[in-house]
């Protein structure tokens, strides 16, 4: 797993699965983008405006995609 944070842009990139092919994006929620493979496993979580959001929240994103 990898893990990218751009102050710049407010956003956090988790990258579950580094050999997957990203195949699909949807965004489930305003500002929380999943990535999909050709299996349909998330492989990618984004979280825009990670500045306005609090722990728990971000929390609660992470148990949602498990």
């Known amino acids: 797993m990898?893990?990218?944070i751009?102050?710049?842009d407010d956003a956090l990139?988790?990258?579950l699965?580094?050999?997957?092919?990203?195949?699909?994006?949807?965004?489930?929620?305003?500002g929380i983008i999943l990535d999909f493979d050709?299996?349909?496993e998330v492989v990618g979580i984004e979280v825009l405006?990670?500045?306005?959001r609090s722990a728990d929240?971000?929390?609660s994103i992470l148990l949602?995609?498990?």
């Open 2 to 4: 990898k893990i990218r």
């Open 6 to 8: 751009s102050k710049e």
């Open 13 to 15: 990139y988790l990258r």
């Open 17 to 30: 699965n580094d050999a997957a092919t990203i195949i699909e994006s949807e965004e489930v929620e305003s």
């Open 38 to 40: 050709a299996e349909g």
């Open 49 to 52: 405006r990670v500045s306005e």
């Open 57 to 59: 929240a971000l929390e």
């Open 64 to 66: 949602q995609t498990a």
